[in-house]
């Protein structure tokens, strides 16, 4: 899904814009200082979208299908709440926050235990709803973009349309976090460079790139 934000046709009044969309996608942001230099280590834990071993994090309104390894057993499908839960039946509220597809389906095959013996669980994405970023500024087409897989910065560029001929080179990535977020600057040509040595920077939820 794509869903455009025009903020590129008026040049005079790009910063204004632009700033008007990050206030309004990031209530009382709080931005730390620039880091010149790409981190590898730089998500807040709370707001990853990807485990360190690259495993999927459930998200707020994504749709998760609960497999029973008894075929006898009924299947269900769920949408997690935006505080983080599923409820099913039986065991009732399940908290679904910072849990991997095999820690989730651990954890309710372990609340199912009292109830099937000899049934395990397995937990499978029916469709991602929680995963997207926004790519402002200089591209073809800024605008808010849904990732149905693990997306890079420059994928997202790649989305976008591309730089536009305007473009200086500089991006600036602003990332949720806990308590407001955090804004890192670097180059295009940086970008590159990662993607080369294959360390490439990958987008978390609702992160924010403008394009200078």
Wanted: hydrophobic share 35%.
């Amino acid at each position: 899904m794509h869903r455009t934000i025009n903020c590129t046709t008026n040049r005079t009044t790009d910063r204004c814009i632009i700033r008007s969309i990050i206030r309004t996608l990031i209530p009382s942001v709080g931005l730390m200082a620039s880091c010149v230099a790409i981190q590898s280590n730089f998500p807040d834990p709370s707001y990853r979208t990807f485990s360190q071993k690259g495993e999927y994090i459930v998200g707020p309104g994504d749709v998760l299908i609960i497999m029973p390894s008894d075929t006898r057993e009924a299947t269900n499908q769920v949408i997690v709440s935006p505080s983080n839960t599923i409820q099913l039946p039986l065991i009732g509220e399940v908290i679904t926050s910072g849990q991997t597809l095999a820690l989730l389906s651990e954890t309710i095959s372990k609340k199912y235990a009292q109830y099937y013996k000899k049934t395990s669980f397995l937990v499978n994405v029916g469709e991602i709803r929680s995963y997207r970023g926004f790519v402002l500024g200089e591209v073809r087409n800024s605008g808010e973009y849904a990732i149905q897989s693990r997306a890079t910065v420059l994928s997202m560029l790649a989305k976008a349309g591309g730089r536009t001929d305007f473009a200086s080179g500089k991006i600036t990535l602003i990332r949720r976090k806990h308590e407001g977020s955090s804004k890192y600057e670097f180059t295009y040509d940086a970008l590159l460079n990662k993607e080369s040595q294959a360390e490439p920077l990958y987008v978390e939820r609702d992160d924010i790139i403008v394009v200078h």
